[in-house]
């Protein structure tokens, strides 16, 4: 009957045991360098569209990723301290008072002479410069700049506190991109900044900071009218509104050395060691199954043996030894390429970047600081014109209106606020060509020697008075001396 049959034993199934592979992230490299297009640059039609779209989803991560590689990379490292010594120098960029009213060549001079003197006096004392008191006038340039080199952007405030102009540096991830939207009033906020409808900063809205837990409040912001706010960035795009960290470009190229110099010191570690493997070479042919379960997995042992180790291998045992080679040719082709493009995409050269002065001709030297001059001179003058003119406009407004002895017209605002902003001019390498070629303009007539001084940082007026006086002294000196030498020729007396 079908009730006495006996049940049919179910055979194990066959277990395939494979071993776990981990996703290469080599071939992720390669399989997006062959799907990608060319020309995607990793933003597609959307992001790609506005400038101020693809900041608002991806400025806190460059962000963050700039400040890494500056901590933490010598290239970015480098990189900064390069654009800061470039741009501002030890000694900072000099604001030197020039008024341009309706007076003579004394009054004006006693006015700009007075000018200066009260600015270097608030500008060069960290007391009464910064809120915090830390920075002066030359220590804030510097630090504004190297701001502005990890975040593509920094934040100056202008506070007027108890009749004194001071100002505060604020910090650019407090400026969040969380609160978009259209206002009642026709106006719009867009990446923390408030606009009209011309594109106009009304407000800037920072949120509040915690000294403590060193955390944002998001929900919580702090609105600062845009006349308060020097907003430092390099824009390249016409309505930019918030600026781009200067190593984005170059990030994927500096992880690609980065990826490739580890790469290359393992492979020099693994080939100065020897590594091996154990042979088994048994006779016994036959093949153990149990329960219809082959095991084909190969044991795998991992030692490492002290200097002058001793051992014994068991039965048929034998053991090999692999001298691996290098296999990491070419390095320094490879990095000086990488190299290359790095320097193209900070815009500097790679000399200049590397500091490295080997194999380097002097006429290539010379090259190299005239392309720098260039491109520093391009930065200086956005630094100039988005910083230092709205501090010094604020600082004479505020001394004009509490100082009586200036007696000065705000009528005449627009001709007082007038001034030259010298920067530090760096050290040549060839100065007495430089020299020539100042000489060689002024015969020409294509410069003055008021222009010439002013270039160099001096103030004419001065200077041609000194050279007349010297000039006058000199003069008197070999007057002197030839009437002492005719006296004395004159009271010789003549031989027998």
Request: aromatic share 8%; charged share 25%; glycine share 6%.
């Amino acid at each position: 009957m079908f009730w006495k049959k006996e049940k049919r034993q179910d055979k194990p199934k066959k277990s395939n045991q494979r071993a776990q592979t981990q996703s290469s992230t080599l071939k992720k490299d390669l399989q997006a360098a062959r799907t990608s297009p060319v020309l995607n640059f990793g933003f597609n039609a959307n992001s790609g569209a506005n400038i101020n779209l693809l900041l608002l989803r991806t400025l806190p991560t460059m962000r963050a990723y700039s400040r890494e590689a500056v901590l933490k990379n010598p290239i970015g490292r480098k990189y900064m301290n390069l654009s800061v010594d470039g741009v501002v120098g030890s000694d900072g960029i000099y604001c030197k008072p020039a008024v341009e009213l309706d007076k003579s060549d004394e009054e004006l001079h006693e006015i700009n002479k007075q000018l200066e003197k009260l600015f270097d006096r608030w500008a060069y004392n960290a007391e009464s410069f910064s809120i915090d008191g830390a920075l002066s006038f030359d220590l804030f340039q510097q630090t504004i700049e190297k701001v502005r080199v990890q975040d593509g952007e920094c934040f100056i405030r202008i506070h007027n506190i108890d009749g004194q102009i001071k100002l505060e540096i604020l910090d650019a991830a407090r400026l969040t991109q969380v609160n978009n939207q259209v206002l009642p009033d026709n106006t719009y906020i867009s990446n923390g900044i408030q606009f009209d409808k011309y594109h106009r900063p009304l407000n800037y809205y920072f949120c509040k900071y915690n000294p403590v837990t060193y955390t944002f409040d998001t929900g919580n912001y702090e609105v600062i009218p845009a006349s308060e706010i020097c907003h430092y960035f390099i824009a390249d795009v016409q309505g930019q509104e918030r600026g781009t960290p200067d190593l984005v470009a170059t990030s994927k190229l500096i992880d690609d050395l980065k990826s490739f110099t580890e790469a290359a010191l393992t492979a020099k570690r693994v080939s100065a060691s020897t590594m091996a493997y154990i042979t088994n070479s048994s006779d016994n042919s036959q093949v153990n199954l149990i329960d219809g379960e082959e095991d084909t997995i190969t044991p795998v042992y991992t030692e490492y043996f002290e200097p002058g180790f001793i051992g014994e291998l068991g039965k048929n045992q034998d053991i090999k030894t692999i001298s691996p080679t290098n296999g990491t040719d070419g390095i320094s082709e490879f990095t000086t390429e990488l190299m290359n493009q790095i320097s193209m995409g900070l815009n500097v050269t790679k000399q200049a970047l590397l500091a490295d002065t080997s194999n380097a001709s002097f006429s290539a030297a010379r090259l190299t600081e005239k392309l720098q001059a260039t491109t520093f001179r391009t930065r200086t003058n956005v630094l100039i014109n988005k910083v230092l003119k709205p501090i010094y406009t604020a600082w004479l407004m505020n001394e004009m209106f509490n100082n009586n002895k200036l007696n000065l017209k705000f009528s005449d605002f627009e001709d007082l606020v007038c001034a030259r902003y010298i920067p530090q001019k760096p050290i040549s390498l060839d100065p007495l060509k430089d020299i020539q070629a100042e000489i060689a303009q002024l015969n020409a007539g294509l410069k003055s020697k008021t222009q010439v001084i002013s270039e160099m940082g001096g103030d004419p007026r001065v200077v041609l008075e000194e050279i007349e006086k010297e000039r006058a002294n000199n003069k008197e000196v070999v007057q002197d001396g030839t009437q002492e030498q005719q006296e004395g020729t004159t009271s010789t007396p003549p031989g027998d």
